[in-house]
């Protein structure tokens, strides 16, 4: 299998990392690990984190989390919207103009966003919008365990050391308190997802994050 490097600029100046969640915990859960280690790897990387849903409590939490997982960069910026859970579609003029205004504030080298395909109804509004909004980007759709049952077969993977994925997982699970009585948010299955993708890859620790490709230049 070929290993290549995630993204490459030919400008000499740091990468920039845009990294799109429509709610609070997206970003950490789709590709939180791939974040950890290319933090670890490139400290000059610049880093824009946004989540577009959250109330005051959930906000508080997001920064706190977001702190952790990018401590490891020098510049990074984490913008939190505050639309309403849910109900994402319904509000699409106003989250347009988000995506409208990040567009001018942030030129990317890649973008994490969610899946495609994904059921939930807001993860796939974010998806569309970066489509539409980044066009000659590289564009990395992450992927959200649900009981929807809407996980695919990605095409590109970040292989992880135990130790990122026990990180990730430990910062999720302390960070989101409000979260702890889903029946989703548990040690054993975010453990169990990048098990099967690093499965998948043949990753050297048995670990990684999927992630769906669908333009590619080289």
Not at 52 to 78: K, Y
Not at 181 to 197: D, F, I, M, Q, S
Request: aromatic share 8%.
């Amino acid at each position: 299998m070929d290993h290549i490097s995630l993204f490459q600029t030919a400008e000499s100046r740091p990468q920039r990392i845009l990294a799109l969640g429509a709610h609070c915990d997206d970003i950490e859960i789709g590709c939180g690990g791939t974040l950890l280690r290319l933090c670890s790897e490139d400290p000059s990387l610049e880093v824009t984190w946004v989540v577009f849903t959250s109330t005051a409590e959930r906000a508080a939490e997001a920064q706190a989390s977001a702190a952790d997982f990018l401590a490891g960069v020098a510049t990074h910026r984490v913008v939190i919207k505050e639309h309403r859970d849910g109900f994402l579609p319904y509000s699409g003029a106003a989250v347009k103009d988000d995506f409208e205004q990040l567009k001018r504030e942030v030129a990317p080298d890649l973008v994490f966003t969610h899946y495609r395909d994904d059921r939930h109804q807001d993860h796939r509004l974010i998806s569309e919008l970066t489509w539409n909004t980044w066009r000659n980007n590289l564009i990395l759709e992450y992927e959200i365990p649900k009981y929807d049952g809407d996980l695919g077969s990605p095409n590109a993977f970040s292989h992880l050391s135990a130790a990122v994925v026990e990180r990730k997982i430990d910062l999720v699970l302390e960070h989101y308190g409000s979260q702890r009585t889903k029946h989703w948010l548990n040690r054993e299955l975010l453990g169990a997802l990048p098990r099967v993708r690093g499965m998948e890859s043949v990753a050297p620790e048995r670990l990684a994050e999927g992630f769906y490709c669908r333009k590619l230049v080289f």
